[in-house]
């Protein structure tokens, strides 16, 4: 198993920025597809940006054009870029070595359970 941590998250008003960043405690960052994912209560955990092995990166419409994933191979770390954020943004951000089924991504059980998450609150 791959333990994944995130940290990065805290409280800023509308229209601030927050850099997430997700470490793992083996050389996975570069070798694997990964994913931030993001859940606030009461509803799924939801996939909202996505890096595969080749930094293509893609993003749910309510994130695109504000949120950047991008990862630093030599620190292990993969990052999420969060500008102009909303209250609605507001949720636990999770990060996760993802797989493709063919019709959908999910996390990849291979890797282990969730971290902790990272708080993000947006609040004036």
């Known amino acids: 198993q791959v333990q994944l941590v995130e940290s990065g998250g805290g409280l800023v008003q509308p229209g601030g920025s927050l850099r997430l960043s997700c470490g793992a405690s083996?050389?996975?960052?570069?070798?694997?597809?990964m994913g931030w994912y993001r859940q606030v209560p009461g509803t799924p955990r939801a996939l909202i940006a996505r890096i595969n092995e080749n930094t293509v990166a893609n993003y749910a419409e309510s994130v695109k054009g504000r949120f950047t994933i991008f990862r630093d191979a030599a620190k292990n770390t993969v990052y999420l870029q969060m500008n102009n954020l909303k209250p609605e943004d507001t949720a636990v951000y999770y990060c996760a070595v993802i797989r493709y089924s063919g019709i959908m991504w999910y996390p990849d059980p291979k890797f282990g359970p969730w971290g902790q998450g990272t708080q993000v609150s947006v609040s004036s």
């Open positions: 083996a050389s996975i960052i570069n070798a694997f597809p």
